[in-house]
């Protein structure tokens, strides 16, 4: 059994365990992976980076949308959805998603997820924006999130799922036929799985979340380092539509050096009627798009922007002061106690707010199956790229496309296992592979990634700016690189340095696409290329990692999107 690819620096395992399906992640996509799997049969290990309820789902305020309310249809989310994607929906993908979304929703209430409901005992639905009719159910007023991380964790432990926590994924094994195998993995104080280790299993499903943790200012938790991403792409597996980081228009301004996770302003606020403001109190949304403030959150970040720019100022405000304490107190509780912890009280005063990075609408180029171009690797949640969310993600969708994604990659996996007797499998015994290594980083360069791409491919983006960052990530690989390829060194192994070498592979590629693509579509924003443009760039960006550690970037037609069918040869080499 051997690594594919470029492997990262590591020690050999120690240690390994054998098991059908390997989910990496305890998120809604990962638990729910995991839960059907297992009800299918199947042993399954759960391997999470921190503990199982630290992942971004408990973090997600606004609530999960699907077609739950009386006279919404799926077709009426679909059609939100297809807008919000400004052009670069796969429809296909988008369909599976709305129709198989509802039922999806209920059986997570059946596990164990409670929403708020009505006085009737109806689910509670709000608005976001980009939805034309109320459909997100929400927990805990703004606590939807962490409801869901409950309940499945829940259910993870009652059932008896083994898991490794405090875990960071490191690469992808394969057999000799090219299969995946399993993953070897770093463990941080679990007794006898200790040190670097290794889980064999034929199908392993990456549900690792995001990789907001790339820029200064986001809404991830410091666990979102984009670590599968990184580990698909050294496995030799297709990524597409980096360049398309979703902005949150409205998270709590901290001030212009504040690094990190920043506290976000739900969607929802402003689903429930608060309004954008400038310094004068004067509502600038209102005429720039039929939904003002609930416009897609593309069209929102990009009016914060511009009147920031327009008044040379730092942050606009959210005034929902007409809510009153009994709302605030009662709708979004988690909100307002986050404010008033950083010193503001948005009963009584506006909350400054600024966009900051939030939601990667790209990643593991996946099929309708969860399926990626390594076979047996799945991918589902935030780390992948089904083509649902294209330009830009539609505010709540990410929960459910969890929940559908992972249900159909559970099933795939069971009748894969079926169909090829692997069930009864027992992995080869691990043998330390030979493979090309990629230089790590030391710790410190996490910094210097996260203010280059900051600075130059943060929500606003030019020729010049992406040119600068990179020629800055360019030095940094160079310089690790170098120093590996002509004396064998290279920082010392860690976590650490291995969340930052996994953030400058994808910072590398997110930069790469967000050059090629010469326009402004939904979350990219050219200022050197203002306009849409259909005629060229109604295309996806697809990259891969070449053995000598340079990306090999193609097109491909939206068309044409899904792995499984054919796309056009690399026209471009960096």
């Known amino acids: 059994m051997t690594s594919t690819g470029i492997r990262l620096h590591a020690p050999a395992p120690g240690w390994n365990i054998a098991a059908d399906v390997v989910v990496v992640g305890s998120g809604v996509a990962g638990l729910t992976t995991a839960l059907r799997c297992e009800a299918a049969g199947l042993r399954t290990v759960v391997v999470t980076k921190a503990r199982l309820d630290d992942g ?8 999960i949308a699907a077609a739950l309310g009386e006279g919404d249809t799926p077709e009426q989310h679909l059609d939100d959805t297809l807008v919000a994607g400004a052009g670069l929906c796969d429809e296909e ?18 596990t164990g997820a409670h929403f708020d ?29 962490a409801e869901i991380s409950r309940a499945l964790v829940e259910a993870v432990r009652a059932r008896g799922l083994r898991t490794i926590e405090n875990a960071l994924v490191l690469d992808l094994l394969t057999d000799a036929d090219g299969r995946t195998a ?13 040190g670097v280790g290794a889980v064999h299993a034929p199908a392993v ?4 979340g995001g990789m907001g943790q790339v ?8 666990v979102s380092t984009g670590d599968g991403v990184a580990l698909a792409l050294r496995a030799g597996a297709e990524v597409s539509d980096l360049e398309f980081v979703q902005f949150h228009p409205t998270v709590l301004f901290l001030g212009p050096d504040a690094e990190g996770q920043q506290p976000l302003v739900s969607e929802a606020v402003r689903g429930e009627g608060a309004h954008l403001v400038d310094a004068d109190g004067v509502r600038f949304m209102a005429g720039r798009h039929e939904l003002a403030e609930l416009a897609p959150r593309d069209i929102v970040a990009k009016g914060i922007m511009r009147r920031m720019q327009e008044q040379d100022a730092e942050h606009m405000f959210l005034d929902a002061r007409h809510f009153g304490a009994d709302m605030w107190e009662n709708r979004f509780p988690t909100i307002l106690a986050a404010c008033r912890a950083h010193g503001i009280d948005p009963v009584h005063e506006p909350i400054p707010i600024a966009p900051a990075a939030h939601y990667a609408s790209g990643g593991v180029r996946t099929d309708d199956h ?4 390594v076979p047996g690797l799945y991918a589902c949640g935030e780390v992948a790229c089904t083509g649902v969310h294209g330009a830009n993600r539609l505010a709540s969708n990410s929960l459910l496309e969890g929940l559908v994604y992972a249900e159909r990659i559970a099933a795939d996996i069971g009748a894969s296992q079926v169909a090829n007797g692997l069930h009864a499998r027992v992995p080869a015994p691990f043998e330390h592979p030979e493979k090309p290594a990629h230089p790590l980083l030391a710790p410190e360069a996490r910094f210097a990634i996260q203010r280059t791409m900051s600075r130059g491919a943060g929500v606003l983006r030019s020729a010049g700016s992406l040119a600068t960052a990179a020629d800055a990530l360019q030095r940094l690989h160079s310089d690790a690189r170098d120093a590996l390829d002509e004396n064998g060194k290279t920082a010392e192994p860690g976590v650490d340095t291995w969340e930052a070498t996994n953030l400058l592979c994808v910072a590398r590629v997110l930069v790469a696409a967000a050059r090629l693509r010469q326009e402004t579509r939904g979350c990219h924003w050219r200022e050197d290329h203002a306009e849409r443009d259909d005629t060229a760039w109604r295309r996806h960006i697809v990259v891969r990692l070449n053995p000598d550690r340079t990306l090999a970037v193609h097109t491909t037609d939206t068309a044409d999107f899904p792995p499984t069918r054919q796309y056009r040869q690399p026209h471009q080499e960096q």
């Open 215 to 222: 820029f200064s200012a986001t809404t991830n938790p410091s």
């Open 56 to 63: 971004s789902t408990r973090w997600a305020q606004g609530g």
């Open 205 to 208: 499903v990456l549900a690792t």
């Open 117 to 145: 409901e009505s006085e009737a005992g109806d689910l509670e639905l709000t608005r976001e924006g980009g939805h034309h009719r109320r459909r997100i159910a929400h927990a805990g007023g703004d606590a939807t999130g």
């Open 370 to 373: 969860g399926r990626t171009t």
């Open 93 to 110: 993908a988008v369909r599976i998603l709305v129709t198989e979304g509802p039922d999806a929703v209920r059986r997570l209430i059946a």
């Open 182 to 194: 399993g993953v070897t993995l770093h463990v941080m104080g679990e007794g006898q799985h200790d």
